[in-house]
């Protein structure tokens, strides 16, 4: 078995940039590809953005696309969001997840607690 774990949340202002991290353990999570969601309160979770095993393929949604980068060490076993440009309504917990592939975004791993971030206006 293994787990995700996401980290780098916090409080920023609007227009400015953080670095989440989701660190994968075992063997099944760190060759999968991963995705990142986000969840709004009274929101449903929204696809993010995704990269391949090998982080030669992605995919982002529209609404991040061209202000999100996602990226991976394999090495380190970590997966990156880095958010520039933030918007006062990117507030929520921000979560990783294996998904089957790039362009899927079905996850086949459990949710972690994600990581909170907040965009001040």
């Known amino acids: 078995q293994g787990r995700l774990v996401e980290s780098g949340g916090g409080l920023v202002q609007a227009g400015g940039s953080l670095r989440l991290s989701c660190a994968a353990s075992g063997r099944t999570f760190s060759t999968a590809a991963i995705g990142w969601f986000r969840q709004a309160p009274e929101k449903q979770r929204e696809f993010l953005a995704a990269?391949?095993?090998?982080?030669?393929?992605?995919r982002y949604a529209d609404s991040v696309k061209g202000r999100f980068t996602i990226s991976r060490d394999n090495a380190k076993n970590t997966v990156y969001l880095q958010m520039n440009s933030l918007k006062p309504e990117e507030t929520a917990v921000y979560y990783c997840n294996a998904v089957l592939n790039v362009q899927s975004s079905a996850v086949f791993g459990s949710w972690g607690q994600g990581t909170q971030v907040t965009v001040s206006s």
């Open positions: 990269i391949s095993w090998t982080g030669g393929s992605t």
